[in-house]
């Protein structure tokens, strides 16, 4: 007797059989994600290329730091010694050009007139430990002052007021420094009380010894109203 129906019936089916993967597609997208990758990794390194060459290229920012001290002498003439620090904090390759500094000063209390300070020459402080002396020297004619990151400056400027002398009073101005960049001027402003003591004490001294005025003399701000950037005769 011969035998009906699905040979198969009553044995398992086969699984279904799963597609082998598709290995020359998946390479292709590997290849086509690692093209994107490289560049996407050009065109960043490319732009940072760019954005350095072109901060390599700008004009340095100039800061100007005055000193806690000025020193003054006053005779004949008056005698203003400013020491003021000069940097960038800019990473470039360009450097400012400070082709002449000025000291505006005017008073505003008392009865003094508006002196006529000019940078006079650039000098230098030497001390004598033995002595407990400061002495003054002389270095260079008025000229143009180079600052760079890798070059900040520090010049010992000499200010000098011909036939003038302090008065008792409040003295405001500004230290003014001229930029080759054709950059506005920079101005830092500055304060100076001078008391009647200071002026009796630096008349009596004449023209070739100076006084150390301050403006971080603990409490002396505060107790005569001034604010903490002007400078008073040190008590020391």
């Known amino acids: 007797m011969g035998f009906t129906g699905n040979p198969s ?21 590997y290849e086509q994600a690692q093209a994107w990758i490289g560049t996407l990794v050009g065109v960043v390194a490319l732009g940072l290329s760019v954005y350095n060459l072109l901060a390599l290229q700008r004009e340095p920012t100039v800061d100007v730091a005055l000193p806690h001290i ?20 800019v990473k470039t390759e360009r450097v ?25 020459e650039t000098g230098s402080f030497s001390y004598d430990a033995a002595a407990h002396d400061l002495t003054y020297q002389r270095v260079a004619d008025p000229s143009p002052l180079l600052v760079s990151q890798s070059a900040p400056q520090q010049p010992l400027l000499l200010f000098n007021a011909v036939g003038w002398g ?39 001294a004449a023209q070739y010894q100076f006084h150390d005025f301050r403006d971080d003399v603990p409490g002396t701000q505060a107790q005569l109203g001034l604010p903490n950037s002007c400078y008073v005769l040190s008590p020391v």
Do not use: N
Not at 15 to 22: C, F, K, V
Not at 177 to 192: I, W
């Open 9 to 29: 019936a009553g044995e398992p089916e086969d699984a279904a059989e799963e597609p082998a993967p598709d290995a020359p597609g998946s390479k292709r997208r």
């Open 70 to 89: 000025t020193r003054i002498a006053q005779g004949k003439d008056t005698w203003l010694y400013f020491q003021p620090t000069l940097s960038t904090r």
């Open 96 to 120: 400012e050009v400070i082709t002449q500094i000025e000291l505006e000063l005017r008073p505003v209390t008392g009865g003094a007139k508006q002196p006529a300070f000019f940078w006079d």
């Open 166 to 204: 302090f008065a008792e009073g409040r003295y405001e101005g500004s230290l003014v420094l001229h930029r080759a960049s054709g950059l506005a001027p920079l101005r830092k402003h500055l304060c100076l009380m001078v008391s009647k003591d200071a002026v009796s004490i630096m008349r009596k």
